[in-house]
């Protein structure tokens, strides 16, 4: 295996390893971790005068986004490792997809461990990250193609 690949195949375990240790925090801990980002958000949405429940939203917006976030980063690090090893285009973006959603799935589950509770919802939301994973995917290599012709 060239260096290369096996840089971002550690990647690939350095991440999941990021992600699925989050998941098995306490829920204190989780909300500690994300205090002083909620901290900003609720104070814009307050500068904002958003008359609804700020908190609230703040906490949802940075959980949901941080959800979404991490598997963002995992769709692109599993297409780009699978990319490497793979020539088949179709398998590449199958076993992508298959993985991460895969891995989605297993993370909600962790949180059943750490008594945060899983929610489909929050799958949902990864599922989203990835979505946007791919279609970033797509744009690059439709602006690569355009250059190299």
Avoid: P
Wanted: glycine share 4%; hydrophobic share 50%.
């Amino acid at each position: 295996m060239k260096i290369k690949t096996a840089a971002v195949v550690a990647a690939v375990i350095g991440w999941l390893s990021f992600i699925f240790t989050n998941s098995l925090k306490s829920g204190e801990k989780s909300a500690e971790q994300s205090a002083g980002l909620e901290h900003a958000v609720n104070e814009l949405l307050q500068r904002v005068e958003y008359e609804g429940d700020a908190a609230r939203l703040s906490e949802l917006i940075v959980r949901k986004t941080a959800h979404a976030f991490e598997f963002f980063v995992l769709c692109l690090l599993l297409f780009w490792a699978f990319y490497l090893l793979i020539k088949n285009k179709r398998a590449v973006n199958i076993l992508t997809v298959v993985l991460t959603v895969t891995a989605a799935a297993v993370d909600e589950s962790l949180q059943l461990i750490s008594k945060r509770g899983a929610s489909v919802k929050d799958v949902f939301i990864d599922c989203i990250g990835i979505l946007l994973a791919y279609l970033t995917l797509k744009l690059i290599f439709k602006i690569k193609s355009k250059k190299e012709s």
